[in-house]
């Protein structure tokens, strides 16, 4: 093992999410020196996959000099176990079922490599670095195609007995509502997410609902669409805009009686891009339904890492994880 002061403070993230996979080199202070995005194509099958991230770890590790990133992390879609560093088969990724990545690449780069789900790690980065800098008690909830996030616990990433904790976007916030595609019923992300927001859209255009949305064909109505709509004036998109900022502010409502956090951060193009009409119905909501004593001194801020708190929160674990280590 290397004496303490050769650790440097500054690792290697790869982020896996999305069509394209990014890997980054980062310092402790959360500035992104080096950075790469290239398009995962994972039709191309697992191995070919793997030996593009090599190539391009490879090159971060080249590019961040003599004075060596000292670690990896790597945020996954799940489920995926943060223990073990092996990933479950994510829908979006066919063909990678119990694939131990933690073990492949500590093996390649005698490097110490964690493996975090994506939406996880992107709390820790947004609680290191982001809108919770400073804070001991956050959840970060991330609304985009679906809903995902993190809880941060005096400081800790909680992760659970076997590393499943935080799915946020599958609480119940209606027990009696339809399934969602998890199994469960009424969740959270079956109600508020982009792709639920346009299911929605398209379910009640095709009953017979007049909107300015009929000018597109079904398949074309996205959550974006029917944010352009509501601003236009439409009345099925408003709605079902506002619809969805309820759903959410009865999720942060259980959320603020769970964990009491100090702040809750919400990220995500949805929620980014939704504006005042999710937003406002999504305080009121909160305002109207937490409990006193948890609402007193809660606040509910948009993220500020954007598509980087991944990235980041990759950075923040492994520089601490190597200082600690040293
Ligand atoms: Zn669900």
Same mark, same amino acid.
């Given at each position: 093992? #290397?004496?303490?002061?050769?650790?440097?403070?500054?690792?290697?993230?790869?982020?896996? @999410?999305?069509?394209?996979?990014?890997?980054?080199?980062?310092?402790?202070?959360?500035? $992104? =020196?080096?950075?790469?995005?290239?398009?995962?194509?994972?039709?191309?099958?697992?191995?070919?996959?793997?030996?593009?991230?090599?190539?391009?770890?490879?090159?971060?590790?080249?590019?961040?000099?003599?004075?060596?990133?000292?670690?990896?992390?790597?945020?996954?879609?799940?489920?995926?176990?943060?223990?073990? @560093?092996?990933?479950?088969?994510?829908?979006?990724?066919?063909?990678?079922?119990?694939?131990?990545?933690?073990?492949?690449?500590?093996?390649?780069?005698?490097?110490?490599?964690?493996?975090?789900?994506?939406?996880?790690?992107?709390?820790?980065? =947004?609680?290191?670095?982001?809108? @919770?800098?400073?804070?001991?008690?956050?959840?970060?909830?991330?609304?985009?195609?679906?809903?995902?996030?993190?809880?941060?616990?005096?400081?800790?990433?909680?992760?659970?007995?076997?590393?499943?904790?935080?799915?946020?976007?599958?609480?119940?916030?209606? #027990?009696?509502?339809?399934?969602?595609?998890?199994?469960?019923?009424?969740?959270?992300?079956?109600?508020?997410? @982009?792709?639920?927001?346009?299911?929605? &859209?398209?379910?009640?255009?095709?009953?017979?609902?007049?909107?300015? $949305?009929?000018?597109?064909?079904?398949?074309?109505?996205?959550?974006?669409?029917?944010? =352009?709509? &509501?601003?236009?004036?439409?009345?099925?998109?408003?709605?079902?805009?506002?619809?969805?900022?309820?759903?959410?502010?009865?999720?942060?409502?259980?959320?603020?009686?769970?964990?009491?956090?100090?702040?809750?951060?919400?990220?995500?193009?949805?929620?980014?891009?939704?504006?005042?009409?999710?937003?406002?119905?999504?305080?009121?909501?909160?305002?109207?339904?937490?409990?006193?004593?948890?609402?007193?001194?809660?606040?509910?801020?948009?993220?500020?890492?954007?598509?980087?708190?991944? $990235?980041?929160?990759?950075?923040? $674990?492994?520089?601490?994880?190597?200082?600690?280590?040293?």
């Amino acid at each position: 093992m #290397m004496p303490a002061m050769d650790y440097p403070q500054r690792a290697v993230a790869v982020d896996l @999410g999305g069509t394209r996979f990014r890997v980054a080199v980062g310092n402790g202070s959360g500035e $992104l =020196e080096w950075r790469s995005s290239q398009f995962t194509r994972v039709e191309r099958g697992l191995q070919a996959v793997l030996k593009h991230l090599y190539e391009t770890i490879d090159e971060a590790l080249a590019a961040s000099g003599p004075n060596r990133a000292g670690g990896i992390a790597i945020a996954a879609p799940g489920p995926l176990d943060p223990e073990t @560093g092996v990933i479950f088969n994510p829908p979006n990724m066919p063909g990678w079922d119990r694939v131990p990545m933690k073990q492949l690449f500590e093996d390649r780069y005698g490097l110490p490599v964690q493996v975090v789900n994506d939406a996880n790690l992107a709390a820790v980065g =947004e609680h290191r670095f982001g809108a @919770g800098r400073g804070l001991r008690n956050i959840v970060y909830v991330t609304v985009s195609t679906g809903i995902g996030g993190g809880v941060i616990v005096n400081n800790q990433l909680l992760l659970g007995g076997r590393g499943f904790a935080g799915e946020i976007g599958h609480m119940t916030v209606d #027990m009696r509502g339809e399934r969602c595609a998890c199994g469960n019923i009424g969740c959270l992300e079956w109600l508020a997410s @982009g792709t639920s927001i346009a299911r929605q &859209a398209r379910q009640r255009l095709a009953s017979g609902i007049h909107s300015t $949305l009929e000018r597109f064909p079904l398949q074309e109505i996205t959550a974006a669409k029917v944010a =352009e709509m &509501a601003y236009g004036g439409d009345t099925l998109a408003e709605g079902l805009l506002r619809g969805a900022g309820v759903a959410l502010g009865v999720g942060m409502v259980n959320l603020a009686h769970l964990f009491n956090p100090e702040r809750i951060i919400l990220g995500g193009g949805v929620s980014l891009n939704a504006g005042p009409i999710l937003w406002d119905a999504l305080q009121t909501t909160v305002r109207s339904r937490t409990m006193p004593s948890s609402r007193k001194g809660l606040d509910i801020v948009q993220a500020a890492l954007g598509d980087d708190a991944g $990235l980041l929160g990759g950075v923040a $674990l492994m520089t601490r994880a190597v200082a600690k280590a040293a």
